[in-house]
């Protein structure tokens, strides 16, 4: 299964996440399969590949919280109210 997910990137207490396509069993610094946006959380920026992201998440990719938080800000992904996978969901 692949995940879109944020990969810490840049120096110490200066982070940069690469957004990234990435199979679930790698770990966080693993290795990618493909790099589709960028988040500066200091200066509030995103850089996001748009086709690739659809591409993926048309083939099943599940976007992690933080990254389906960012798509919905950016208006990649509307809110449809389907939980992601790893969310509480609370009835």
Do not use: W
């Not at 207490?13 to 069993?25: E, G, P, Q």
């Not at 990719?61 to 790893?86: E, F, H, S, W, Y």
């Amino acid at each position: 299964m692949v995940k879109l997910r944020l990969k810490r990137c840049g120096r110490k207490k200066r982070a940069v996440y690469r957004i990234v396509a990435i199979d679930v069993r790698s770990r966080r610094e693993g290795r990618d399969l493909r790099k589709v946006g960028l988040y500066d959380p200091i200066n509030n920026k995103t850089h996001l590949n748009v086709p690739a992201i659809l591409y993926f998440i048309e083939r099943g990719a599940q976007p992690t919280r933080t990254v389906n938080d960012l798509l919905k800000k950016a208006g990649v992904l509307k809110d449809t109210g389907i939980p992601v996978v790893g969310t509480l969901v609370s009835k």
